[in-house]
């Protein structure tokens, strides 16, 4: 077994404190990854305080993870011990299924294993990247390039939120000749500002906020629509083609999808915790669509963080220390970081 030092929850009132564990012993097929940079994702947030209502305890967050390779089994193809790599949302998946044989392994038919607060096929709890290392599967690390290696702390939160908003758009062939809407600026809307702009379409964000108007101008919106003011929508109805919806807080769904044109898809990303309430007839009119979307698969996260390294694209991110956890986890849930936090796990070691 590999010693391992990290940071943990113990139960749902409980800070995150010093956790000594073990990783497995590398089998043939997986990679050992000394972790550099993890990211703080709010869903990191919500499991730790269980808010969800399924959480597991000792619980050792993040599934943002980046850093160097530092041992391989005899049948990694991938990976050689100093190559960048990083982990994202899951760490397996059954392989067989439809899904995981068309490269859908997000959709796995078994349900796949979260990198954290989670159990393997094994029965075993999983421990995320608030830790030193980590052990996992070749399939279900992703390559970096070294063009990307000035600016790592700020690519791990491409391994959540960069690909959490990089699939849907893909996915509904976003680009150039369409007006695109991102509604919410945080660590998902942020990267979905990017990816719509990068992929040439039209992108207005909905904003409750007037102070993230200007970072939303460098961040690749075109307009800024501030919800809260009177009329802010009547100009815009039935002119979007596809609307990003980031936002985790309850909101009125109906909004957005009247501004859907005939065909428009509204697709909703983020995770509000009460149920998502839609008029029948903001469906039916324009033969709308609501959809929803989870992570991407492993090979087109690859194809994302690919894209970022030819493009430079990474997260606008808070670089903080393990002792700054308690205050990063307040922040966000008050809304104050721009955009994305991240964890120098070099600071394990003081």
Not at 16 to 36: K, N, S, Y
Not at 88 to 112: H, I, L, Q, T
Not at 213 to 235: C, M, N, Q
Not at 267 to 277: F, N, R, Y
């Amino acid at each position: 077994m590999i010693p391992s030092q990290g940071f943990a929850a113990q139960s749902a009132t409980s800070a995150l404190e010093p956790f000594a564990f073990e990783r497995r012993d590398p089998g043939p097929a997986d990679v050992v990854v000394e972790i550099a940079y993890s990211g703080i994702c709010h869903s990191d947030i919500h499991q730790v305080k269980n808010e969800w209502n399924q959480s597991m305890y000792p619980m050792v967050p993040g599934h943002e993870i980046v850093g160097y390779v530092t041992a391989v089994g005899s049948d990694v193809k991938k990976f050689k011990v100093g190559d960048l790599a990083g982990v994202g949302v899951m760490v397996d998946s059954c392989k067989v299924c439809n899904n995981c044989r068309a490269d859908e392994e997000a959709y796995c038919e078994k349900g796949f294993v979260g990198t954290y607060n989670a159990k393997d096929y094994d029965g075993e709890l999983t421990f995320g990247g608030y830790a030193n290392n980590i052990v996992v599967e070749e399939r279900y690390v992703h390559t970096i390039s070294k063009k990307l290696e000035p600016k790592l702390a700020a690519v791990a939160p491409l391994l959540c939120a960069g690909i959490t908003t990089y699939s849907p758009l893909k996915h509904w062939k976003v680009g150039p000749g369409q007006k695109v809407g991102v509604v919410g600026l945080g660590g998902l809307g942020h990267m979905g500002l990017k990816f719509a702009h990068s992929f040439g379409a039209h992108v207005v964000l909905f904003t409750t906020s007037a102070a993230k108007a200007e970072d939303a101008k460098k961040l690749g919106a075109d307009e800024v629509i501030l919800t809260r003011e009177p009329g802010a929508f009547d100009a815009h109805r039935g002119t979007f083609d596809f609307i990003l919806d980031c936002v985790s807080a309850p909101h009125d769904m109906n909004l957005y999808m009247n501004l859907l044109k005939i065909d428009g898809t509204l697709c909703s990303v983020g995770l509000p915790e009460k149920p998502i309430e839609v008029e029948a007839f903001s469906l039916v009119t324009n033969r709308r669509r609501l959809a929803g979307s989870s992570i991407g698969g492993m090979k087109e996260t690859q194809e994302m963080l690919d894209y970022c390294a030819e493009h430079d694209i990474v997260s606008e991110i808070e670089l903080v220390g393990v002792d700054q956890l308690g205050v990063a986890y307040d922040r966000v849930v008050k809304n104050d970081v721009k955009y994305r936090f991240v964890i120098d796990m070099g600071t394990l070691k003081a």
